[in-house]
């Protein structure tokens, strides 16, 4: 899903992106339709998987394509989010296809279908081709990856075992004529595509849920601040979310009235940047001491924000 760290080559990666999207997109439909006239769910089931791809790298082609937009009054994030929704749909629609792939493979094990091999066989074999073909032009490029194009390409190897499978599949059709290894091979396809989808699933909902990012402990965060800057007492009310691929932060912090305001929280500020890649940080300074018992993460026993229950004693900054 979207989060590229890297801002290098976004032109190379956008086309390579959209070849790469071409490709899968293409084959995708050869695919579906190959499967549905010679009869194999493998394959069927190798679409569905490839339609995972596809949606991977038209969203990471999304991420690339809305960064750009600017921000305005309405949207002061951009429009940064909906490739996080998209992600979400995405992920139920797999989950939904899956089921229907597991549904038909369970119903083909009691009345087996008849299975055009050869077919089956050339368009499996196509599919492979045009796979190694998306997996090239994902890794030639840019050193630089950008998190979105590393996470297509692993969608990608995904699909080579998908199609290798199909392969085999249609071999075994071919030389003994024994159907239901299609079934069979449709069902693992399934669980290589459960998996991805589950995981875009968990991501997507996090973010949507203002989850704060995998790689950011808040807790940690706030013993930093407090270990590495002499004049912060106190951290509390942290809140830590993420916006498309961008860290949002805002926190409280008790400090010793500083000689310098404003070097204080710039140092504050050039912390969190550093330590944290967080460019966009809300810093409320207090010099008196948090009123609450519960100041430490800014939750109260009955587990409401305890932001609103002190007053506050110094002024708020806002930092980009």
């Given at each position: 899903?979207?989060?590229?760290?890297?801002?290098?080559?976004?032109?190379?990666?956008?086309?390579?992106?959209?070849?790469?999207?071409?490709?899968?997109?293409?084959?995708?439909?050869?695919?579906?339709?190959?499967?549905?006239?010679?009869?194999?769910?493998?394959?069927?089931?190798?679409?569905?998987?490839?339609?995972?791809?596809?949606?991977?790298?038209?969203?990471?082609?999304?991420?690339?394509?809305?960064?750009?937009?600017?921000?305005?009054?309405?949207?002061?994030?951009?429009?940064?989010?909906?490739?996080?929704?998209?992600?979400?749909?995405?992920?139920?629609?797999?989950?939904?296809?899956?089921?229907?792939?597991?549904?038909?493979?369970?119903?083909?094990?009691?009345?087996?279908?008849?299975?055009?091999?050869?077919?089956?066989?050339?368009?499996?074999?196509?599919?492979?081709?045009?796979?190694?073909?998306?997996?090239?032009?994902?890794?030639?490029?840019?050193?630089?990856?950008?998190?979105?194009?590393?996470?297509?390409?692993?969608?990608?190897?995904?699909?080579?075992?998908?199609?290798?499978?199909?392969?085999?599949?249609?071999?075994?059709?071919?030389?003994?004529?024994?159907?239901?290894?299609?079934?069979?091979?449709?069902?693992l396809v399934s669980l290589l595509v459960l998996r991805s989808a589950w995981a875009l699933l968990r991501e997507s909902l996090h973010e949507l849920?203002?989850?704060?990012?995998?790689?950011?402990?808040?807790?940690?965060?706030?013993r930093d601040l407090t270990l590495n800057i002499p004049e912060v007492r106190n951290v509390h009310h942290v809140h830590v979310w993420q916006v498309?691929?961008?860290?949002?932060?805002?926190?409280?912090?008790?400090?010793?009235?500083?000689?310098?305001?404003?070097?204080?929280?710039?140092?504050?500020?050039?912390?969190?940047?550093?330590?944290?890649?967080?460019?966009?940080?809300?810093?409320?300074?207090?010099?008196?001491?948090?009123?609450?018992?519960?100041?430490?993460?800014?939750?109260?026993?009955?587990?409401?924000?305890?932001?609103h229950h002190h007053h506050h004693h110094g002024e708020q900054a806002h930092h980009h």
């Amino acid at each position: 899903m979207a989060h590229n760290h890297t801002h290098s080559a976004p032109a190379g990666n956008r086309k390579r992106l959209a070849a790469a999207f071409a490709v899968t997109a293409i084959f995708m439909l050869a695919e579906a339709v190959g499967g549905w006239i010679s009869g194999s769910l493998a394959l069927l089931a190798d679409a569905g998987h490839m339609l995972t791809d596809a949606a991977a790298l038209l969203m990471a082609l999304l991420a690339v394509q809305f960064a750009q937009r600017k921000p305005n009054a309405r949207h002061t994030f951009g429009l940064l989010r909906l490739t996080t929704l998209a992600a979400f749909v995405n992920a139920i629609a797999l989950l939904v296809i899956t089921a229907l792939i597991v549904w038909e493979a369970l119903r083909r094990f009691y009345q087996p279908q008849p299975v055009t091999g050869g077919l089956m066989l050339g368009i499996a074999v196509a599919g492979l081709l045009a796979n190694l073909l998306s997996f090239w032009l994902l890794h030639h490029g840019s050193e630089k990856k950008n998190l979105n194009v590393r996470a297509a390409a692993l969608h990608v190897m995904g699909d080579l075992l998908g199609s290798v499978g199909a392969i085999v599949a249609a071999l075994i059709i071919l030389y003994t004529g024994w159907t239901p290894i299609d079934p069979i091979l449709s069902l693992l396809v399934s669980l290589l595509v459960l998996r991805s989808a589950w995981a875009l699933l968990r991501e997507s909902l996090h973010e949507l849920l203002e989850g704060a990012p995998e790689v950011i402990n808040v807790e940690k965060l706030a013993r930093d601040l407090t270990l590495n800057i002499p004049e912060v007492r106190n951290v509390h009310h942290v809140h830590v979310w993420q916006v498309g691929e961008k860290p949002v932060v805002t926190l409280h912090v008790h400090v010793i009235p500083p000689y310098d305001h404003d070097a204080l929280l710039q140092r504050i500020h050039r912390y969190l940047h550093q330590k944290y890649q967080i460019g966009h940080a809300t810093v409320q300074m207090e010099y008196q001491p948090c009123a609450t018992p519960d100041c430490e993460l800014g939750f109260d026993d009955d587990g409401s924000d305890a932001a609103h229950h002190h007053h506050h004693h110094g002024e708020q900054a806002h930092h980009h």
